[in-house]
T-cell receptor, first 119, second 117 residues
Framework: GAVVSQHPSWVICKSGTSVKIECRSLDFQATTMFWYRQFPKQSLMLMATSNEGSKATYEQGVEKDKFLINHASLTLSTLTVTSAHPEDSSFYIC???????????????FGNGTRLTVT | QKEVEQNSGPLSVPEGAIASLNCTYSDRGSQSFFWYRQYSGKSPELIMSIYSNGDKEDGRFTAQLNKASQYVSLLIRDSQPSDSATYLCAVNIGRKGSGGGADGLTFGKGTHLIIQP
C-alpha cells in the first residue's frame, strides 16, 4: 500500500524558534498532500492543502505566514512552523492520496505524525 | 451545524460482542466515506471505505451507508481488546470557498471504543 513518511516524529523547541516537518511519499508520487493538526481529544483539522509546484491552499483561520508550506517535488512536502508559541503545541499529521485512483474519492494515507511541544 | 458528527463515547463493549459505531454527515452531496482507527498518540489508519448505499464487509468489519439518511456506520464483529481505539468517521465534503481542487477529508471527533476482556 501507499506509504507516507513523516519526520521528525517528535520535537521540542523554544518559543520564538521555527520548526520544519517533512512529509514524503515513499512509493508513489503525490501532487497533492494535506496537512492536519490534532489537539488532545479533538478531531483532525485540515490546515492546508499542499500543491506540488504551486502555492498551498490554506483553510480559514490558518495563518499562511506562520505555517509555511513548500511542495517542491512530487514526493516531498514540508511544513515550517515559524516563531512557534506554546499554543502551537499539537500533533501535526501529513497525508496523501494513494496512487491507484488519486481522485477525490480515494482515501488518504497518513504519515506517523509529529508531536510538537513548544516550551 | 457540524459537518461530521459522532458520539464521542466512551463506548464499552464486552470481548466477543459486536461493536456498533455511528456517524452522520451534513453534506447531502458527499460521495466518499471512510472509517479510520486511531490509537492514542498515533496517526489514523484506514479501516474501511464505502461509496455506495448498503453494506460492505471486510473480515470482521462491516461498513453501512445510507445516503438518504446521511448516515454511515461501522460494525466490528467478535470484538477484541486490540480493537480498543478511537474510530474516526471521515467524509469527502465539498468545501465552498476554500480553494483548491483536491480537498482533504472532513473528520468527526471520533468515538472512543473500549473492548472489555
Amino acid at each position: 500500500g501507499a506509504v507516507v513518511s513523516q519526520h521528525p516524529s517528535w520535537v521540542i523547541c523554544k518559543s520564538g524558534t521555527s520548526v520544519k516537518i517533512e512529509c514524503r511519499s515513499l512509493d508513489f508520487q503525490a501532487t497533492t498532500m494535506f496537512w492536519y493538526r490534532q489537539f488532545p481529544k479533538q478531531s483532525l483539522m485540515l490546515m492546508a492543502t499542499s500543491n506540488e509546484g504551486s502555492k498551498a491552499t490554506y483553510e480559514q483561520g490558518v495563518e499562511k505566514d506562520k505555517f509555511l508550506i513548500n511542495h517542491a517535488s512530487l514526493t516531498l512536502s514540508t511544513l515550517t512552523v515559524t516563531s512557534a508559541h506554546p499554543e502551537d503545541s499539537s500533533f501535526y499529521i501529513c497525508s496523501a492520496r494513494g496512487p491507484q485512483t488519486g481522485g477525490r474519492g480515494s482515501p488518504l494515507h497518513f504519515g506517523n505524525g509529529t508531536r510538537l511541544t513548544v516550551t | 451545524q457540524k459537518e461530521v458528527e459522532q458520539n464521542s463515547g466512551p463506548l464499552s463493549v464486552p470481548e466477543g460482542a459486536i461493536a456498533s459505531l455511528n456517524c452522520t454527515y451534513s453534506d447531502r452531496g458527499s460521495q466518499s466515506f471512510f472509517w479510520y482507527r486511531q490509537y492514542s498518540g498515533k496517526s489514523p489508519e484506514l479501516i474501511m471505505s464505502i461509496y455506495s448505499n448498503g453494506d460492505k464487509e471486510d473480515g470482521r468489519f462491516t461498513a453501512q451507508l445510507n445516503k438518504a439518511s446521511q448516515y454511515v456506520s461501522l460494525l466490528i464483529r467478535d470484538s477484541q481488546p486490540s480493537d480498543s481505539a478511537t474510530y474516526l468517521c471521515a467524509v469527502n465534503i465539498g468545501r465552498k470557498g476554500s480553494g483548491g481542487g483536491a480537498d482533504g477529508l472532513t473528520f468527526g471527533k471520533g468515538t472512543h471504543l473500549i473492548i472489555q476482556p
